[in-house]
């Protein structure tokens, strides 16, 4: 059940809310407006008098709401209405008048507005128009000519939407903690069905301001970036000239008098203000061309790689900034990906940008590897897109997005926990449809028999306990693939595999030999190691046997976060 609430001020704000709740709203979607409950339980009701002019009744209304405003006079306060639209879940059950009636009584009782057993309280009125919401309109001056006790009233009426949830058998939200990004109005909703838009102007928006931020490597960039896309950018300036805010808007998107509609950065979501994004592009300067050279795919999959280390050995701020960094990767990989994997990719992103929030502050400086690496695949492509490195650095981001439920979970982060959720449940969808032709066309190219059966010997003494599942998984033979372009690139096959094997637990993998494809081929591709290391390191395993690997260097075992299966 979702709630917000909405102050109006000026004399004519009542009148102004009244008319709207029994209107026919801006497209035609109100129907058989009426009161389900109100302060008194005999307002007038313009919705259910039959016999009377409806705007007659409506005034009336409006009149009797008024009149401990207007006792006041000029002492009336700046804001004289609270609105508050309740609305329930589309899954959820149809509603009586009277179970509404209950909820509007317990809303207004929880947010000071009426207090149960008060008699002197605001006066207010609950109208219903639709099958699952209703509007709660009240006047900010008690009957007794004091103010409502109202602090904190967003916070306490969501607290009892969640026990109204409990108590119906609704949907039931989950708790925030004031870091979620604004949410579309139902004007805006509305707004984007009669353009025939998938997504409101403020979502398009957040979108393109995150994927800018993400791209770009300084803040000419970034407002060049967005610029490309259409995006109008209009810089709020101090005294002294200096840029402190922005806001933005999109072509197209205008009022009633033909103006463009702007919404501020820090509306559009508490990370996209002026001076967080220029956070953001700090932590990834200098430009990614002075990065490091080598597969950007490869750079992009090994720090995605090492999220998870970073969440469960890490300072909690260090994992912040990695899921911000996780979080800005999913934003550019749609641009990236396949024309078929676009749209699970960008339901990813957009769903798992909740779950890159909390309050706690994030330290970006251990994010640069990942940021630059992303930025480069965005500038390649698509020319050089990479089927089996997209495939890899999906297996990844994958893994990340587990271990980042199980951090929000440990923390009670209920809404980035969910967040994350269901982006894992997208990223699978677009992972098997990568990862599928990748692995056939490996498993065409399936070394010879003999070659295999040396592989199969040395698996059985390296890991025998996973042994009979990676020979019995469909993955078998592509595994076999890299395993012998790895020696043909120069590596030792065993060596790869026990580097492969040594760098994370099979344990949680559904799919072991695939796990183990990726591996290698990214190690396949790396230098091969000349002939004088190899007999250095020969010589060193003979004379030493292996030392464990240090907890502090493992990685973690799937006893602490469960996760995800791949």
Known sequence: MISKIILGKGPKATRRTIGYLFGKGRANEHTDPHLVASWNGFAPDPGRSPHRDPREVEAQLVAQLDQPVKMLSDKAPKYTVWHCPVRAAPEDPILTDDQWADIARRIVAAAGIAPNGDEEACRWVAVRHADDHIHIAATLVRQDGRRPKRDYDQRAVQREARKIEVDYGLRRLKPGDGTAAKRPTSKEHFKAKRLGQDATAREILRMRVRRAVTAAADETEFFALLEATGVTVRLKHGPSGDALGCNFAL????????????????????????????????????????????????????????????????????????????GA?????????????????????????????????????????????????????????????????????????????????????????????????????????????????????????????????????AVPEHAERILADPAWDALATVLAEAETAGHNAATALDQALGQRTLDDAHSPARALTWRIRRLGERHAPSPRAEAARARSTTQRPAAPVPPSAAMPSPQSPPTRRR
């Open 251 to 326: 072509p197209g998107d205008t009022n009633d008098k033909g103006e463009p509609v702007f919404y501020a950065g820090s509306t559009l979501a508490p990370d996209l203000s002026l001076p967080k994004i220029r956070e953001r592009l700090a932590a990834t300067s200098p430009k990614p061309a002075t990065a490091q050279p080598g597969n950007p795919w490869h750079q992009a999959t090994a720090a995605t790689e090492r999220i998870p280390h970073h969440l469960t050995h890490g300072d909690e701020h260090t994992a912040q900034g990695q899921l911000v960094a996780l």
């Open 329 to 461: 990767a999913l934003d550019l990989l749609p641009v990236t990906a396949p024309a078929a994997l676009r749209a699970e990719l960008e339901q990813a992103a957009a769903v798992f940008e909740r779950a890159t929030r909390s309050r706690i502050a994030a330290d970006l400086d251990s994010t640069r590897v990942l940021c630059r690496s992303v930025q480069a695949i965005w500038r390649d492509r698509p020319q050089d897109r990479d089927a089996a490195g997209f495939a890899m650095l999906l297996d990844a981001a994958l893994t990340a997005v587990a271990f980042a439920m199980h951090w929000h979970r440990t923390r009670q982060h209920a809404q980035q926990q969910a967040a994350a959720e269901q982006a894992l449940v997208h990223l699978q969808i677009a992972y098997a449809q990568v990862s599928g032709p990748v692995l056939a066309g490996l498993a065409q190219r399936s070394p010879s028999p003999q070659t295999k059966r040396r592989f199969v010997h040395h698996l059985q003494e």
